[in-house]
Nanobody, 116 residues
Framework: QVQLVESGGGLVQPGGSLRLSCAAS????????MGWYRQAVGKQRELVAF???????NYADFAKGRFTISRDNAKNTVYLQMNSLKPEDTAVYYC??????????WGPGTQVTVSS
């Protein structure tokens, strides 16, 4: 049974940084592509960043140059380093595991609030 648990969210001032972590269990982590998504109040969930099992990355336009996704297969963990945070980055951030032919899994999310 796949379990994903996000951590690292919180309250940060505009211009600040946070590093989110997502720990996975119940899967052979290195076989899975991993993604970070976010959902703000009243908005649809959207992709933030994605990393393939081979380490290739892809970012939403709003994340390019500010956010960095990475993974540590030895720790079964995917990270999202977020810099230069803006109030519009306020959302619940979710991680997702993906593998062709298998059901995706989501974590419960972690709240990120950017406010002065």
């Amino acid at each position: 049974q796949v379990q994903l648990v996000e951590s690292g969210g919180g309250l940060v001032q505009p211009g600040g940084s946070l590093r989110l972590s997502c720990a996975a269990s119940g899967i052979i982590f290195s076989f899975y592509h991993m993604g970070w998504y976010r959902q703000a109040v009243g908005k649809q969930r959207e992709l933030v960043a994605f990393i393939t099992r081979g380490g290739e990355t892809n970012y939403a336009d709003f994340a390019k140059g500010r956010f960095t996704i990475s993974r540590d297969n030895a720790k079964n963990t995917v990270y999202l380093q977020m810099n230069s945070l803006k109030p519009e980055d306020t959302a619940v951030y979710y991680c997702k595991s993906e593998r062709t032919g298998l059901a995706s899994a989501w974590g419960p999310g972690t709240q990120v609030t950017v406010s002065s």
